[in-house]
């Protein structure tokens, strides 16, 4: 799932500025590897995660290019800001 912060980012997306990507994943699939999804196997919405390995910095340069500094997906930056408690840290590396 994907959450535009206005109208105006559907237009001009950037992931980890005005577009942020979650994940619904209740329950573990036949076949779904549980080392990949074991921090957003739950019943509520999480940030994206998959393949994280639990760590921040597995949030800054995570797998597959995923992660928030990577400069390629960027589709860990709104667990990196859960992560931190729900707040912007000084060293998010995407800036506004």
């Known amino acids: 799932m994907v959450f535009f912060i ?4 559907i237009t001009n997306e ?3 500025r005005n ?7 209740p329950v573990l699939k036949t076949g779904q ?3 990949k999804v ?3 196997l739950k019943p509520t919405v999480e940030p994206y995660a998959w393949n994280w390995n639990g760590t921040r910095e597995g949030l800054l340069h995570g797998a597959n ?3 928030c500094a990577d ?3 960027n589709l860990y930056c ?3 800001i859960q992560y931190d408690g729900w707040e912007i840290k000084d060293d998010y590396p995407i800036k506004f």
């Open 14 to 16: 950037e992931n980890g």
């Open 65 to 67: 290019g995923y992660g």
């Open 6 to 9: 206005n109208q105006k980012a």
């Open 19 to 25: 577009k942020f990507s979650f994940r619904f994943n």
């Open 38 to 40: 074991r921090y957003t």
């Open 33 to 35: 590897n549980i080392e």
């Open 71 to 73: 400069n390629s997906h």
């Open 78 to 80: 709104a667990k990196l």
